[in-house]
């Protein structure tokens, strides 16, 4: 069984900055593609980054020009590098991978961007 398992979240002032890392455990194959996704209660679950093998990144619009998503593809891990961090960024934050049709989701890690 495939396990994302992320690290990073905490509680940091606004204006800060965080690295969220993930990795895919228990693999011995490619995945095409490692994203981070983030949810606030009572809202939809968003995309915040995504990765593709094939070099491609996207960001939502809310977070380009402050976050950096990131790939080790050999250790099956993705990071985001997120700096300048608003209070509105505050979520559950999850690691999200795909190979072919399968999706895999992290448990998440919470976010708090607070004074």
């Known amino acids: 069984q495939v396990q994302l398992v992320e690290s990073g979240g905490g509680l940091v002032q606004p204006g800060g900055s965080l690295r969220l890392s993930c990795t895919a455990s228990r693999i011995n194959f490619s995945l095409n593609s490692m994203s981070w996704y983030r949810q606030v209660p009572g809202k939809e679950r968003e995309l915040v980054a995504s990765d593709t093998t094939g070099g491609t990144t996207n960001y939502a619009e809310s977070v380009k020009g402050r976050f950096t998503i990131s790939r080790d593809i050999a250790k099956n891990t993705v990071y985001l590098q997120m700096n300048s961090l608003k209070v509105e960024d505050t979520a559950v934050y999850y690691c999200?991978?795909?190979?072919?049709?399968?999706?895999?989701w992290g448990q998440g890690t919470q976010v708090t961007v607070s004074s």
């Open positions: 999200h991978a795909v190979r072919y049709t399968i999706v895999y």
